[in-house]
């Protein structure tokens, strides 16, 4: 098994079972050290500036796995606003989605996500992606520091 390095991830989920399967995916990869989950863009939004609930220092991630289709703000918008702001844009967003709809992944890539992976139905297909995902985007890839 690859050891992977230390890494904080923002789950932006607003299905529980789904963020439930991403969980225990990823602990069962050693992929996550710190994992934080959202229901929503809202929600998502203000983890990263630090705003209401999440006003206490919180860690800023190194990776955001984003679902598309939520309540309120969906998961286009939510890309979209953090690819436009300085500070934010240079932390990866793999979308991970029910849809397979060819507009939604030009969509995604037009909006910069730096992924996009359908969501397998099975745990064992949770446990392989989440394994993946980590095997690319901490061991082969090199990230910006976090104080960019």
């Known amino acids: 098994m ?3 390095r230390p890494i904080t991830i923002l789950l932006v989920e607003d299905d ?3 963020q439930k399967l991403i969980k225990v995916s990823l602990e069962s990869q050693l992929v996550a050290n710190d994992l934080y989950v959202v229901n929503t863009g809202e929600e998502g939004m203000d983890f990263l500036h630090q705003r209401g609930d999440y006003s206490s220092v919180v860690p800023r991630p190194d990776l955001i ?3 598309l289709n939520m309540p309120g703000m ?13 500070n934010l844009k240079q932390i990866p967003v793999v979308i991970v989605t029910t849809s397979d709809l060819e507009k ?3 969509d995604s890539y037009d909006l910069q996500a730096s992924g996009y992976v ?5 745990l064992d297909g949770f446990k392989e992606v989440m394994k993946k995902i ?3 985007w901490f061991v082969l890839c090199k990230r910006p520091p976090k104080e960019c």
């Open 104 to 106: 939604d992944i030009i």
């Open 74 to 86: 969906g998961g286009k918008e939510f890309l979209k606003r953090i690819k436009d702001d300085k």
């Open 65 to 67: 796995l984003l679902d």
């Open 16 to 18: 529980p079972a789904d």
């Open 118 to 122: 359908r969501k397998p139905v099975t």
């Open 134 to 136: 980590g095997e690319y």
């Open 2 to 4: 690859i050891e992977l």
